[in-house]
């Protein structure tokens, strides 16, 4: 056993809270005000009062942790860090609050992170004009830019055509993921595409992006934010609401991770070093899981992630998604909320709302049966990896 | 490039440092690679330092320039202003036996005729007065 096993179950999730989701007409608030509605929304999730927390970790360029504590009275940070994963930071940052609450570096951690990500400035429109927001920065800028990629479906398209070809991922594997997400979009009120039913004709005749990603393989575009707060097993305990037990928790980056195509082993991504790392600190394996809520930005990516999180062996993830497997009902149900692709794009935090709400058995028409145990991934940059695998407690 | 997107600017390297020699290289009309000098590996992009062995010492190794397709997209809606008036654009990831892959473009087949494993060689487009840049050709 690692040493990491030393802190499993050391630390809770015991508060969760996210704004109401929307595109058109956009939030009308900054970035900044929206998330400061879900986390006084996760504070009253807890029990909570703004004063105990002491710990702050803001998604990479959405604030400051002094801006947060300022706007909210916290008057005692003392434990501030910020983790430049891109949309794995959320789930990395699961590790490291359960690290900070286990050491007494903080009482109660928060976690937060919004974005006006439809009426905003579009991640396309980001990742085009500063380098300085691309992963891989000088690289990208110097020998991706000047051929046309800029952005991350055309990033991730390469690797998801060359998966396709050593392993003969079809069109229709990818289209199963869509549909499965927008399954549950239409058991989840609160997901944009609720009441937007989708059939395999419709994704296979959505107009292509970067091959092969049709529209229907990316991911939302969306105004929104969530919080969550992690504090100690003893002290979640006598808080408002069941906790959430962190088990296991990893991060991991492919090598190299500032660049998209040189790596010698091609697939072999973040969540293929922590996957592993993750569940032999929570002592339990994929096929333990009750349901997963895997990192959806595009739809390969779910696949990729099943394959190097262990749910199935590499090459085979086009076969696992088939014949509603990742549905509810099935052999794992994934994305229960409807992800990124079919509720909202919450930088990864929806995933974790959700995996808690299932571990509540709060979820509702999409309510796992007595769902125990859950994975939640998340993927961000040139395939950055962060893994959490979550218990209910008691 | 065509005329609807002129008046953006295609996206240049910055000439600095290594990267600035690799281009320059492609200006004389050579591929040229950093291979470390103290264990011969090849590195592309340019590296400071081996991730081998640690050497900081290298040369530029003049490339053959053959290689074969590994992957490949097809950009079909453009996500940046200067390449709207280009598409649909493959954009082809070359690998070389030397170990190292590059991105680049097919000049003179469509889009849709790239497969993974064609073989293919390079030449040297010029992209603007101090930039050229390598792309391939089928062979």
Redesign the interface.
Known sequence: MSDAAALRDRACIAGIGETAVCRKPGSGLTEFALQLRAITAALDDAGLAAQDIDGIMPFPNLGKAEGFAASLGCRNLRFAATLHLGGAAPVAALRVAAMAVATGAANHVLVPGGWNGYSGART?DIT?GDVDSIPGG??A???????????P??WY???A??HM?EYGTRAEQLGAVALAMRRHAQLNPGALMCGKPLTLDDYLAS???????RMLDCCLETDGAAAYIVTSTERARDLRQRPVRIMGAAAGQPS?AD?I??RRD?HRIGLTTAAPEAFAMAGVTPDDMDFAQIYDCFTFEVLQQLEEAGFCRRGEGGAFVEGGAIELGGRLPVNTHGGLLSQAHLLGLGHIVEAVRQLRGEAGARQVPDAELGAVTGWGDFGDGSIAILRRDG | MSDKAASIPRPLPKLEGATGQFYDWCRKGELRFQRCTSCGTFRHPPRELCAECRSFDWEWTRSPGEGTVFTYTIVERALHPAFAGATPYAAVVVEFPEGVRLLSRIVGLAPAEIRIGMPVRVDFEAFSETVTVPVFRLR
């Open positions: 396309r085009a000088a690289i800028r110097d020998y991706y830019l000047p051929f046309g990629l800029s952005a479906p055309q398209a390469l690797m055509r060359r070809h107009p292509m992006i970067a091959d092969p990603y190299p660049e195509i040189s091609f």
